[in-house]
């Protein structure tokens, strides 16, 4: 168990630039949520999959934003169009739906800054 | 909607002091409650749960008591150590188990010190 990995882990874009993120879950994992963190700040749900279906998203996802699952393993975040108010940490977490184990597990985070 | 509130840091402890991060918290349902840490230059680790009310979870000396009438879960430790100086977050889940969506506080930054 490799645990969740995410890349980059560090990412600097200037405005008005796409930028995409990439998660990879533990491998038997078949939930898989995005986060955002800034700084001072609790993490804030975005978005999440059961395989690959993409279940529930937040007001917070604007349509600048997308996400994908395509094949129930890995997930992409695209940000299209960056703004200096999307500086922040981006977290992706994992769980498994069944046998009672619910936990989600974290990535390290992809920060990201808009300059 | 779900919301978390937690005390305001950072808390500064000595060395073997007692701890106690406030945590409470509105929900529609029945939550299940957790505790993240995150460590200085690391990623979110859960520390410990419960998912139903009177539950105690418990972890590396840490606990946490799932009170359905206040709608608390205080965190505790009997005697910190410099390695528990971190971030911790009080998160609910609104389905039981946590297999939804969690709903964090702001963090309380805990430093202990020698």
């Known amino acids: 168990d490799t645990g969740v990995s995410q890349n980059p882990r560090h990412k600097i874009t200037k405005r008005g630039q796409n930028v995409t993120f990439r998660c990879d879950p533990i491998?038997?994992?078949?939930?898989l949520y995005w986060y955002r963190q800034t700084l001072g700040q609790g993490p804030e749900f975005l978005t999440y999959?059961?395989?690959?279906?993409?279940?529930?998203k937040s007001r917070l996802l604007s349509d600048r934003f997308s996400a994908e699952r395509p094949k129930g393993s890995f997930s992409t975040l695209e940000i299209q169009r960056t703004e200096q108010g999307d500086s922040a940490m981006y977290l992706c977490?994992?769980?498994?739906?069944?046998?009672?184990?619910?936990?989600?597990?974290f990535g390290p985070g992809t920060r990201l800054t808009v300059t | 909607g779900d919301s978390v509130t937690q005390m305001e840091g950072p808390v500064t402890l000595s060395e073997e002091a007692f701890l106690t991060i406030n945590c409470t918290y509105t929900a529609t349902g029945y939550p299940s409650l957790f505790w993240y840490v995150q460590y200085p230059g690391e990623g979110l680790q859960l520390l410990l749960k419960a998912t139903k009310a009177d539950d105690k979870g418990s972890n590396k000396g840490f606990e946490a008591t799932y009170r359905k009438e206040t709608t608390s879960f205080h965190l505790e430790k009997g005697s910190v150590q410099v390695s528990d100086s971190a971030v911790y977050f009080c998160a609910l889940s609104d389905q039981g188990g946590g297999g939804n969506k969690l709903t964090f506080g702001t963090g309380t930054q805990l430093k202990v010190e020698l």
């Open positions: 977490a994992s769980s498994q739906v069944a046998g009672g184990l619910y936990e989600q597990y």
């Open positions: 491998s038997e994992h078949n939930r």
């Open positions: 999959f059961q395989n690959e279906a993409q279940l529930e």
